[in-house]
């Protein structure tokens, strides 16, 4: 089927479904229309693309990792102004990229999904999507869900938060109707969001009071503006922008031993935080309070140049007294410190290890695929196929997160897996690929036995990086390059397979 004519009216019949039109969803898009699959369709439920970074546009949001890397390698953009892109930057970006690659069309924005359930007997998926309050089922031959792990904001649990009567949202719903200029606010949460939110809201608010419950490790950010030249270079010399990718790619990774296996090797990273501390803040005591008690690595580290000067402004304090309760117009301390407030902002993070689309997923036994997963975490194999899930593919799946580096190239390695499983499925007359069990517990053992000595395991922090089990579920624990020539070839006999009816029947 060809959606050409009219996008606004969802098929009932499409080949491939895709969930999520960030990063992960819109390069399968493209890799699909690509490989010459027309009949696909992207189900989002935001307005456009972009995912994360279309929903991201607090204050100050910026990617930490620099943008020559932090994009598709199909798609490079020369334009970019400086090392670290700002968030609008990015989500202009994907923009860009969308309507070059033709895709569009094959978008349906506005839309959710509802349930997709595995029909055994049919050997398709039949997916509920909701638009503008109407149900409508779509029959599909392979879901792909590439709905995002940082997506679903997670809102602290704080006695009376629902009894506050001023403006409160999270950061990565930021109200921007809402003016701060000269109001007292609170930011709750000192993750990689509230260190880019907090120095740029000071700026302008009245008071600014910030939440630590745990102190983030914070290096210093090396960013700047490309040169004219520079520019002109990246657009005339395709190599020379490409020769800059590698380098950064290589820096980074030459890490990953510091997180995996060595955390030692992390010392000059730690020095540089101290120093970091030392420079943007003069008075002892505040310096003692925001100096981590973990291993650096444990928790996301952090980048900023801004976030330790803003914290020493006079108009900011740092609270570290564990938050009681919240009144209608206050927070108030486990000491029983009252400080009042117009605004809070929540920067708690997202569902990560419990992700929500796991709620709208049943697989071949009618089992949602959170409840499965909510027996020993979160689980999959090369962080793409689940057992009992036939023709589901993830994109930024479990155990597919990075601390170091540019999770587009974790996303491209995925998606390559899956054009070739869909290929093989082709080429082999296959209905149906589903991970053997036994493989898939392999895949997963090996990965908890690599965590052991990683720095995210012996740290000494609590992350969101583990689930409630203690596992980590969402870091990939080695070179990205071997996740890469991992997923390079679709590993059928990793796979239950079953051939298609009649060759027509086949996914072709
Ligand atoms: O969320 P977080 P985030 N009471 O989960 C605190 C990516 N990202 O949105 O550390 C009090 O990191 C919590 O405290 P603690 C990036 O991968 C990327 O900042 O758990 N505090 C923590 O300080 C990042 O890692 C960019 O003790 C509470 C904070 O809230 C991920 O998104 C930019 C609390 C949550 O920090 C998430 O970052 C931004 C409570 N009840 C984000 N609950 C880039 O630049 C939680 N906290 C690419």
Same mark, same amino acid.
């Given at each position: 089927m060809n959606h050409d004519s009219d996008p606004r009216v969802l098929p009932d019949r499409v080949r491939q479904l895709v969930i999520g039109a960030g990063f992960g969803g819109l390069g399968m898009a493209i890799k699909l229309d690509?490989?010459?699959?027309?009949?696909?369709?992207?189900?989002?439920?935001?307005?456009?693309?972009?995912?994360?970074?279309? /929903?991201?546009? $607090?204050?100050?949001?910026?990617?930490d990792v620099p943008s020559q890397l932090y994009s598709y390698s199909f798609a490079p953009n020369p334009s970019w102004s400086?090392?670290?892109?700002?968030?609008?930057?990015?989500?202009?970006?994907l923009q860009g990229v969308a309507r070059e690659a033709g895709v569009l069309d094959r978008f349906a924005f506005d839309t959710a999904v509802e349930e997709a359930a595995w029909d055994e007997a049919g050997q398709v998926w039949q997916v509920e999507v909701s638009r503008a309050g109407e149900r409508h089922t779509i029959t599909t031959d392979v879901l792909i869900s590439a709905a995002g792990a940082l997506c679903e904001p997670r809102l602290p649990d704080i006695d009376g938060i629902d009894t506050f009567q001023g403006e409160v949202f999270h950061s990565a719903r930021w109200d921007h109707d809402t003016d701060l200029t000269g109001k007292r606010v609170a930011v709750i949460g000192t993750g990689a969001s509230s260190i880019q939110i907090v120095p740029e809201i000071q700026k302008v608010v009245g008071h600014l009071d910030v939440y630590q419950r745990t102190a983030p490790w914070v290096?210093?950010?090396?960013?700047?503006?490309?040169?004219?030249?520079e520019k002109?270079?990246?657009?005339?010399?395709?190599?020379?922008?490409?020769?800059?990718?590698?380098?950064?790619?290589?820096?980074?990774?030459? $890490?990953?031993?510091?997180?995996?296996?060595?955390p030692e090797l992390a010392l000059p990273a730690r020095l540089l935080g101290l120093s970091n501390i030392r420079r943007g803040i003069a008075d002892?005591?505040?310096?003692?309070?925001?100096?981590? /008690?973990?291993?650096?690595?444990?928790?996301?580290?952090?980048?900023?140049?801004? $976030? $330790?000067?803003?914290?020493?402004?006079?108009?900011?304090?740092?609270?570290?007294?564990?938050?009681?309760?919240?009144?209608? /117009?206050?927070i108030v301390t486990a000491d029983g410190v009252e400080r009042p407030i117009d605004v809070l902002v929540v920067a708690t993070g997202f569902h990560v290890t419990d992700p929500p689309i796991a709620e709208r997923i049943r697989g071949r036994d009618g089992r949602k695929l959170a409840d499965v997963w909510s027996e020993n975490g979160q689980g999959a194999y090369k962080g793409c196929t689940v057992h009992g899930f036939p023709n589901l593919f993830q994109i930024v799946g479990p155990?597919?997160?990075?601390?170091?580096?540019?999770?587009?190239?974790?996303?491209?390695?995925?998606?390559?897996?899956?054009r070739d499983a869909l290929g093989t499925m082709q080429t082999d007359?296959?209905?149906?690929?589903?991970?053997?069990?036994?493989?898939?517990?392999?895949?997963? /053992?090996?990965?908890?036995?690599?965590m052991e000595p990683s720095v995210w395991s012996s740290g000494g922090c609590a992350s969101w990086y583990l689930d409630e089990h203690g596992r980590n579920t969402t870091l990939w624990p080695r070179a990205t390059f071997t996740f890469r020539r991992l997923l390079s070839r679709f590993d059928k006999t990793a796979y239950t397979v079953?051939?298609?009816r009649t060759r027509e029947d086949a996914f072709a």
């Open positions: 690509e490989d010459g699959e027309r009949d696909f369709l992207v189900i989002e439920k935001g307005g456009d693309v972009g995912g994360t970074w279309r /929903d991201n546009t $607090y204050p100050g949001a910026a990617c400086k090392s670290f892109s700002p968030q609008p930057e990015i989500q202009a970006y290096i210093p950010r090396h960013d700047r503006a490309y040169t004219g030249v002109a270079l990246f657009k005339r010399v395709p190599a020379i922008q490409k020769l800059y990718r590698t380098a950064i790619y290589w820096g980074r990774e030459a $890490y990953v031993p510091a997180f995996t296996r060595r002892p005591e505040l310096r003692a309070r925001v100096t981590p /008690d973990y291993a650096i690595g444990c928790k996301r580290i952090l980048i900023s140049n801004t $976030y $330790y000067p803003a914290l020493a402004s006079d108009n900011v304090s740092l609270v570290t007294d564990g938050i009681a309760k919240i009144t209608g /117009d206050a155990n597919t997160g990075l601390g170091h580096s540019s999770m587009v190239f974790m996303i491209e390695s995925q998606l390559a897996y899956i007359g296959l209905a149906t690929v589903e991970p053997r069990a036994e493989v898939q517990q392999a895949w997963n /053992d090996d990965l908890q036995r690599r079953a051939p298609a």
